[in-house]
């Protein structure tokens, strides 16, 4: 009996001298794996234009109909994408989204990835869906996302009010 406990507090003192496996996440971000799927991200070319073309086959692809795309066509004044179409209204309702990767898939011109950002909270059922602003990826910044430009709840197409069940 004596040497259990004596093994017991031997294990206690040589856990304390190892170093914590905690991370201070605030200030401190784990790095994610390679093939993680986090938050959508719509690229743009090199030189600016965006890559989607508003061609709606990732909002057909998506088993969860989590995507809502409108398309607009391109003019010689104001030119967004390439092709004759970019799409005028991207927009991504995040609590249906299952990050499955066949928005992704679907997609012609690599327009659309998951990438490897973790951070998704909502206060509220606006705030969950993504509009384009928020999804486009910042000119010149080689990749790298800024902070929101657009702020959650504001809508470039009508949305139906959402009532809270508890009022």
């Known amino acids: 009996m004596f040497s259990e406990i004596t093994r017991g507090l ?10 914590p496996v905690t991370i201070q996440y605030p200030e401190e971000k784990r790095p994610v794996r390679t093939r993680f799927k986090g938050r959508h991200i719509l690229k743009r070319y090199d030189n600016g234009l965006e890559k989607c073309i508003g061609c709606s086959l990732c909002a057909a692809a998506c088993p969860a109909d989590a995507i809502f795309v409108e398309s607009a066509e391109n003019t010689d004044e104001k030119r967004y994408s390439p092709g004759e179409r970019y799409a005028s209204t991207y927009e991504i309702n995040m609590l249906r ?13 690599e327009a659309i990835i998951l990438g490897d950002i973790y951070e998704l909270s909502f206060t509220d059922r606006r ?19 800024t902070p929101q430009k657009t702020p959650p709840g504001v809508f470039t197409r009508s949305v139906p009010e959402m009532k809270n069940p508890q009022d």
Request: hydrophobic share 30%; aromatic share 8%.
């Open 97 to 109: 989204c299952i990050f499955c990767g066949y928005c992704e898939d679907a997609c012609p011109t």
């Open 10 to 19: 031997l294990t206690t003192l040589k856990s304390m001298t190892e170093k």
């Open 127 to 145: 705030q969950s869906i993504y509009t384009k602003e928020m999804l486009i990826e910042p000119v010149g910044e080689g990749g790298k996302l």
